[in-house]
């Protein structure tokens, strides 16, 4: 049988994944034990393998290939997480494997969370870091370049102009998913029970800790459940490859 493929972005050697998206993904496959491998792609060769495997654009506006992209182990080629998640819930569902909880109500809750979140802190705290400190050099022109075509202006300058709101407004845009966090004991949003609706969180924090470990320091320092929700799933963190 043929092994699930994740294509993923590489970072700079020795390669450790950073993409959210793609984490979220890999969060759910290694939380289902599913073997996989992964295949790395670079920024501008998203657009011609999604093609070459003949997956349509995405829908919508936004950007038309994306990365995750998987290939699942009967063949199929699956773009964007939300429909590979599902796929990945359908084919390995309970109780065989382990459930992601996606029928919880705390799923819808935390991703309204999320824009606020990547366009109020993450924009300028987040993305001039990426072609800086993760991305190789191909990626990181490709990134800076598309990137200043849609803020107008160069990621360190739109970082050097919002970075320091962005900061001093933690608890508008964190605030939300801290107080879902809280709503019980823990560790996780159902407890002690780990469900897709954590993987959301825990990708923006593993990203933010392979961006710069001060960024991450201080969203924990914010709020320490952060922390010890990152600790809980850490041992889903291991596999990334
Ligand atoms: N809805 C998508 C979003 C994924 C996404 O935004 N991926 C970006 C990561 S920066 C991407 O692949 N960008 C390709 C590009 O910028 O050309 C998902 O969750 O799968």
């Not at 994740?6 to 793609?22: G, I, K, Q, T, V």
């Not at 109780?95 to 824009?115: C, F, G, K």
């Not at 201080?218 to 490859?241: D, K, N, Q, S």
Request: hydrophobic residues 40%.
């Amino acid at each position: 049988m043929p092994k699930t493929i994740l294509y993923d972005f590489p970072s700079r050697e020795p390669c450790p994944a950073w993409l959210p998206s793609a984490w979220k993904v890999r969060l759910a496959l290694n939380h289902k034990k599913i073997d996989y491998e992964t295949q790395w792609v670079e920024y501008p060769d998203v657009a011609p393998l999604a093609k070459s495997l003949c997956i349509p654009p995405n829908e919508g506006p936004g950007l038309l290939y994306t990365i995750p992209i998987m290939t699942t182990a009967g063949g199929e080629h699956i773009m964007d997480s939300k429909k590979i998640v599902d796929y990945l819930e359908e084919h390995y569902a309970p109780p065989d494997y382990p459930s992601l909880q996606l029928d919880s109500p705390i799923l819808a809750r935390v991703a309204e969370q999320m824009p606020g979140i990547m366009q109020r802190w993450a924009s300028s705290v987040l993305y001039p870091l990426v072609p800086r400190n993760l991305l190789n050099p191909r990626s990181a022109e490709y990134y800076e370049r598309t990137r200043q075509q849609f803020f107008g202006m160069s990621l360190e300058e739109f970082g050097r102009l919002k970075s320091g709101e962005a900061w001093a407004e933690l608890d508008a845009t964190w605030g939300g998913m801290a107080a879902l966090l809280k709503e019980t004991e823990g560790p996780y949003f159902l407890g002690d029970i780990v469900s897709y609706a954590d993987f959301q969180l825990v990708a923006i924090l593993h990203w933010a800790k392979r961006a710069d470990e001060s960024v991450f320091e201080r969203l924990v320092a914010f709020e320490p459940a952060f922390g010890t929700i990152y600790e809980a799933a850490a041992p889903l963190l291991e596999r990334e490859t």
